[in-house]
Nanobody
Framework: QVQLVESGGGLVQAGGSLRLSCAAS?????????MAWFRQAPGKERDFVAG????????RYVESVEGRFTISRDNVKNTVYLQMNSLKPEDTAVYYC?????????????????WGQGTQVTVSS
């Protein structure tokens, strides 16, 4: 069992930045997990935003955040980050951290084994 705890969400004006953090309890296994961020806007389904492999040398992003968001990880701190720049109102959502024991980035939420509780990001226009 792996516990994930997100933090860093908040209210920001369009064009601003936020950095989300996800702390994992996985310990020495963390470096073997693919990690991802998903988001769910009100009335919409939960969608893949960004993913990163265990070593942190491969990343994947949904087109709508490419060039604005950066996913990274620190395998010493057992933490994954999502740096969000140039935020837009359409980025408003609850952001979830997810971990996959199979170390391959995929976009389907059903492929991930562990989930955090989410952190709210609200971008005002």
């Amino acid at each position: 069992q792996v516990q994930l705890v997100e933090s860093g969400g908040g209210l920001v004006q369009a064009g601003g930045s936020l950095r989300l953090s996800c702390a994992a309890s996985a310990g020495r296994t963390f470096r073997y997990y693919a990690m991802a961020w998903f988001r769910q806007a009100p009335g919409k389904e939960r969608d893949f935003v960004a993913g990163i492999n265990g070593d942190g040398d491969v990343t994947r992003y949904v087109e709508s955040v490419e060039g604005r968001f950066t996913i990274s990880r620190d395998n010493v701190k057992n933490t994954v980050y999502l740096q969000m720049n140039s935020l837009k109102p359409e980025d408003t959502a609850v952001y979830y951290c997810a971990a996959r024991r199979i170390n391959v980035i995929v976009s389907a939420e059903v492929a991930y084994n562990y989930w955090g509780q989410g952190t709210q990001v609200t971008v005002s226009s």
